[in-house]
C-alpha cells in the first residue's frame, strides 16, 4: 500500500531536516520552508494514492459497481486542492441497463464533473472571499500555506456556482414566542454595467438583551439577504416567513414588529406576514425632520411632541407653517418633502403610541454597514447581478453566526459514503507497520543508541529506519 511508505518516507525527510537545523545547515526560516514542501508533497502524493486505491476497490468489487462495465481506463484527471494540484488516473464505466457513463471513483469521492478544485479548498475561498476580493483571497489562500495557483476569475467563478445553503439551523423543537421583530434596510451597489443598483436586508430577532453595561445585542438574530428586484420582492419575504414558520409556533405570535425607512418592499412585507405591524424606523423620519427645520429648535421640539402623541393633525399644522414662513414653493423642497413622508407613513409612527411599550427601536442602518456595505458598496468595486447576490447571501449567513466552511462541506458530505478499501489491503499495510514498528524497536535498543541528545544517534536512527522500509 503506497500510502503508508509515502508516509513514512516523508517523515524521515522531516527528521533530516530536523536534523539539518540542529546541526546548524539551515536557518529556522529555511526550515520551515522547507518543511512546507515535504508536507505539501505528502498531502498530494496521499490524495492520489486514497484516489487510486479507491479506484482498484469499486473495479475489484463488482456489487458496489452493478451493471457498471469499465468502457476506457487510465482516463488521467488533475484537481487543485490546499496541497497543490493532484493528478491521478481512474477507469471510465458505463450502466448496461440505463446507458449513462461516469467515473465511479469522482462520485464515491464527491468530485463533480468538470470542477477544477476540490471541495475543501472550494469552502476556503468562498469563506474568504466574503471579507476579502477576489485578488486578495487568492493572496491570502498562499499566505495561509495554500500551494495552489487560483486565479482572481477562479474565485469568482466558485462563489458562483455556490448554492442552495441553508442560512440557519432548524431546531429540533419549535420555540413558543408571543413577539418576534423584524428590521429591513437596503445597500446601494454600483452595477459592472454603470448602472446602480439595490441589495435588499431583513433580519429576525427576538428583541435586545444587554452583555455589558451600555451594550446590547440583538437576540438570536437571523438575516436574509440578496439583490430581489421588485417583482422577486416576495421571494425574500417567503424566504423569512419559512424561517419564521420553522423555527417557531405560529400560533402563539401575537405580534411581529417590521421595522424600515418606508420602502414599499419593507412595507409589502407588513402585507405579506401574519400578524405583522409597520414601525417607521426614527433614523430616517429624523434624517426628514433634520432636512425641514434645520436650526429651529423650538418648532422641532413641538414636532416631536405631536409625533409621539400621534397627533397627526398639529404635525400638519406645524409643518405647513413652516412651508409658509420659508415662503417655498412647489413640492420639491425638503419642508414639503418631509410632510409627504410622514403622511405616506404615519400607521409607522402611530405604531409607536400604541406599541411603545414593546417597540425596541431600529438598528437597521449599522447592519446595514456591518453586513453588507464593508464589503459591497465602501470600497470602489463594481458587481454582476449574480455576484452581488451570491456574496450578499454569504454575508448574511455569516453574520447569523454560521460557520460558512462547516455548511459548504457538509452540504458535500451529506451525499458521500465512506471511502471503503478492500480487507486484504488493509491487512497487509497493518502487518507493514507492524514489522516496522518491530524492527524500529529492535534498532534502537542498541546500546550505542540510548544516548537520545546525540546528532550522531538521530541520525543513526533516521538511516536505520529508512532502510527498514
Excluded at 505528502?42 to 476497490?57: N, T
Excluded at 421571494?235 to 401575537?254: A, C, F, G, P
Excluded at 460558512?404 to 502487518?431: N, R, V
Aim: with cysteine; glycine share 4%; net charge positive.
Amino acid at each position: 500500500m503506497k500510502i503508508i511508505q509515502h508516509s513514512l518516507q516523508k517523515f524521515l525527510l522531516v527528521v533530516e531536516k530536523i536534523i539539518g537545523l540542529l546541526d546548524g545547515k539551515y536557518t529556522y526560516l529555511e526550515f520551515e520552508g522547507e518543511l512546507k514542501k515535504i508536507l505539501n508533497e505528502l498531502g498530494k502524493e496521499i490524495c492520489a494514492d486514497v484516489l487510486h486505491e479507491l479506484d482498484q476497490s469499486i473495479y475489484k468489487d463488482k456489487t458496489k459497481r452493478k451493471n457498471w462495465v469499465v468502457v476506457q481506463k487510465d482516463c488521467e484527471r488533475t484537481i487543485t486542492t490546499v496541497f497543490g494540484d493532484i493528478t491521478y488516473k481512474r477507469r471510465y464505466y458505463k450502466n448496461k441497463e440505463t446507458g449513462e457513463k461516469a467515473y465511479l471513483v469522482d462520485k464515491a469521492a464527491g468530485i463533480q464533473k468538470y470542477e477544477r478544485i476540490d471541495d475543501e479548498l472550494k469552502a476556503d475561498i468562498t469563506d474568504l472571499s466574503t471579507i476579502l476580493s477576489y485578488q486578495k483571497t487568492t493572496q491570502e489562500l498562499k499566505r495561509n500555506g495554500a500551494n495552489c495557483n487560483v486565479s482572481r476569475q477562479t474565485v469568482m467563478n466558485t462563489l458562483r456556482k455556490i448554492d442552495n445553503l441553508q442560512t440557519y439551523e432548524k431546531p429540533k423543537t419549535k420555540k413558543e414566542i408571543e413577539t418576534l421583530y423584524i428590521e429591513a434596510d437596503e445597500d446601494h451597489i454600483h452595477l459592472q454595467n454603470g448602472k446602480p443598483d439595490i441589495v435588499k436586508l431583513i433580519y429576525v430577532h427576538e428583541g435586545k438583551q444587554t452583555i455589558t453595561k451600555g451594550r446590547n445585542e440583538l437576540k438570536n438574530a437571523v438575516y436574509f439577504s440578496g439583490v430581489y428586484e421588485e417583482e422577486k420582492v416576495e421571494e425574500l419575504w417567503k424566504e423569512v416567513w419559512e424561517y419564521i414558520v420553522s423555527t417557531y409556533n405560529e400560533d402563539k405570535i401575537k405580534r411581529i414588529y417590521v421595522s424600515g425607512d418606508g420602502a414599499e418592499w419593507i412595507k409589502f412585507g407588513v402585507k405579506y406576514l401574519s400578524n405583522a405591524v409597520y414601525v417607521l424606523d426614527l433614523f430616517h423620519l429624523q434624517k426628514y425632520i433634520t432636512a425641514a427645520i434645520k436650526e429651529d429648535k423650538k418648532t422641532k421640539r413641538e414636532l416631536w411632541k405631536a409625533i409621539f402623541k400621534a397627533d397627526k393633525q398639529k404635525v400638519n399644522e406645524l409643518l405647513t407653517q413652516k412651508y409658509k414662513e420659508l415662503e417655498l414653493n412647489g413640492t420639491e423642497n425638503p419642508v414639503t418633502k418631509c410632510q409627504t413622508y410622514i403622511n405616506n407613513n404615519w400607521d409607522g409612527i402611530n405604531s409607536y403610541s400604541l406599541y411603545k411599550k414593546e417597540i425596541t427601536g431600529c438598528s437597521a442602518e449599522s447592519h446595514v454597514s456591518h453586513v453588507l456595505s464593508e464589503r459591497l458598496s465602501r470600497r470602489p468595486i463594481s458587481w454582476s447581478k449574480v455576484g452581488a447576490h451570491k456574496m450578499a447571501k454569504l454575508r448574511a449567513i455569516k453574520a447569523s453566526g454560521i460557520l460558512l466552511k462547516d455548511i459548504i462541506l457538509k452540504q458535500q458530505y451529506e451525499c458521500l459514503k465512506p471511502i471503503e478499501i478492500p480487507k486484504q489491503t488493509i491487512y497487509k499495510a497493518k502487518q507493514q507497520l507492524k514489522k516496522i514498528k518491530s524492527t524500529y524497536e529492535n534498532i534502537i535498543s542498541l546500546p550505542i543508541l540510548q544516548n537520545k541528545k546525540t546528532l550522531t544517534s538521530q541520525a543513526i536512527k533516521s538511516l536505520l529506519l529508512r532502510s527498514a522500509i
